[in-house]
């Protein structure tokens, strides 16, 4: 629900500026494409999509054949926001691609409980990606410390390979408001100019 809000936002962000957008919704396929238009209707009709669209994923998320569609319908250099919680593998290298042809902007999208275990005893945890399933002790204070580290580790080492690459960074959490992050981002960019 909050890749979807702020994929709106940035949809009608496009509307003030007089800019084409376009969508490449994608789960471990893409779902949709609409190409780049300008417009009030071509944006209304972006935003009833992100927000009508449904998680049927059937094999994970491929982040990396999603850019590689994109690179491949759009020629022209584009700013691209690439909404994503990243929990996908093997897209590092089609990212770096996308960004010398595109200015790529990363909205990484991801939620508390993601990072740190509840104390509820045995649990059944399901990859999203793999399907995976195992049996856990939450109630472990060391399991649940590993969990948290490790979750953490993989944050820093996605934000340091976008900092090396020079792709903007804008995470953005259920737990707390991300307005004041996009705002920043725009003045930022546009300071740069």
């Known amino acids: 629900e909050l890749a979807a809000e702020v994929t709106a936002l940035l949809a009608l ?3 003030r500026n ?4 376009g969508l490449v919704l994608f789960s471990d396929k893409i779902v ?5 238009r300008k417009g009030r209707q071509s944006v209304m009709r972006l935003v009833r999509e992100v927000l009508a669209a449904e998680d049927d994923a059937t094999g994970g998320t491929d982040i990396a054949g999603a850019l590689k ?7 022209r250099r584009a700013v691209v926001f690439l909404v994503s919680d990243f929990q996908a593998n093997g897209y590092e290298r089609e990212l770096r691609v996308t960004s010398r042809h595109h200015d790529v ?19 059944e945890l ?12 939450t109630s472990d204070a060391k399991v649940r410390a590993a969990f948290a580290a490790a979750a953490k580790a993989e944050v820093e080492e996605r934000d340091r390979f976008f900092a090396r690459n020079g792709i903007d960074n804008v995470p953005v959490a259920t737990d707390r408001p991300y307005i004041q ?13």
């Not at 007089?18 to 957008?21: E, N, R, V």
């Not at 569609?69 to 020629?75: E, I, R, T």
């Open 32 to 36: 949709k494409y609409i190409p780049p």
């Open 18 to 21: 007089q800019d084409k957008i």
């Open 13 to 15: 962000t496009a509307i």
């Open 181 to 193: 992050s996009i705002r920043a981002l725009f003045k930022r960019r546009a300071s740069k100019r």
């Open 69 to 75: 569609f994109l690179n491949g319908v759009q020629k």
């Open 105 to 123: 902007i990363t909205i990484p999208v991801s939620d508390p409980a993601e990072s740190e275990l509840p104390r509820a005893g045995l649990a």
């Open 126 to 137: 399901e990859d999203p990606e793999t399907g995976e399933l195992l049996l856990v002790d």
